[in-house]
Nanobody
Framework: QVQLVESGGGLVQAGGPLRLSCVAS????????MVWFLQALGKEREFVAA????????YYARSVKGRFTISRDNAKNTMYLQMNSLKPEDTAVYYC???????????????????WGQGTQVTVSS
């Protein structure tokens, strides 16, 4: 019933921009904190960015801070990740996730989250 659908991934040259979107359905979108994770080939899923219920607070991994911007539009049930100055090391599958619980044992642990999208591939060429 709950679906999170990412889009916007693709192949981009280093230094270029890309914008990812995550459209949610089957849930009350504004009741969920929304989060982006990435998973590089052969590696564990890791935190990228998060945004609180109405967009009042945002959080970023140190590797993307200053380059990526997370946002959400609750009227459209959509979360975005604007990625600028992309680097080859940004290459990964990017996943949208959602969690309703306000308190997490470890917000960086992907196992804490309730729902996941299917992922969208981002490939940055050098």
């Amino acid at each position: 019933q709950v679906q999170l659908v990412e889009s916007g991934g693709g192949l981009v040259q280093a230094g270029g921009p890309l914008r990812l979107s995550c459209v949610a359905s089957g849930l009350t979108f504004s009741s969920y904190r929304m989060v982006w994770f990435l998973q590089a080939l052969g590696k564990e899923r890791e935190f990228v960015a998060a945004i609180t219920w109405s967009g009042g607070n945002t959080y970023y991994a140190r590797s993307v801070k200053g380059r990526f911007t997370i946002s959400r539009d609750n009227a459209k049930n959509t979360m975005y990740l604007q990625m600028n100055s992309l680097k080859p090391e940004d290459t990964a599958v990017y996943y949208c996730s959602a969690v309703a619980r306000p308190y997490l044992l470890n917000a960086y642990d992907s196992k804490e989250y309730d729902y996941w999208g299917q992922g969208t591939q981002v490939t940055v060429s050098s």
